[in-house]
């Protein structure tokens, strides 16, 4: 089985953007948002992505990802009825690659770095730049972000 293995984070501080190797522009939506199983359609780039994941139990979870043309994926994002718009930024450090999600439209003011592991007992750094763990809280899921976006949380 396909695993995920991932940790988020948020940032305490903007000294990340001096790491930051590349960034790509990322549209991505929902055609399932249950936590239990979701299906996302994601533009990276110019690359289109069809997603399937699973319940998440801790930091760890089924996922399956295939690439699909573009057109398809431009296509299926109109079915999806919220698309995030984020930008990725990719660092790495420590021996593991760091990528940091810039969300923009609703979800604007948010941003999160995850980490994606080989086992969920393994060790790494934390950069500086890194704040609050937020694996396990639901609202920073990107599924859960298209359904109540973070200009709507409670402040």
Not at 13 to 24: F, G, L
Not at 42 to 48: A, D, H
Not at 90 to 107: C, H, K, S, T
Not at 116 to 144: H, I, M, Q
């Amino acid at each position: 089985m396909a695993q995920e293995i991932e940790r988020k984070f948020l940032l305490s501080s903007e000294d990340w953007r001096n790491q930051a190797e590349n960034a790509t522009r990322i549209a991505q939506g929902y055609l399932n948002a249950d936590p239990a199983r979701t299906v996302r359609v994601r533009i990276k780039g110019e690359q289109g992505f069809l997603t399937i994941k699973g319940k998440n139990e801790g930091i760890t979870r089924a996922e399956y990802e295939y690439p699909i043309p573009l057109g398809d994926a431009a296509e299926l994002l109109q079915l999806c009825p919220t698309v995030l718009d984020k930008t990725r930024h990719e660092i790495r450090n420590g021996g593991f690659l760091w990528e940091i999600d810039e969300f923009a439209g609703d979800n604007a003011g948010l941003i999160v770095a995850e980490i994606e592991l080989p086992t969920a007992d393994t060790e790494f750094v934390k950069p500086d730049w890194l704040g609050a763990e937020v694996s396990g809280d639901a609202r920073y899921y990107n599924s859960a972000l298209s359904v109540t976006p973070y200009s709507r949380w409670p402040r």
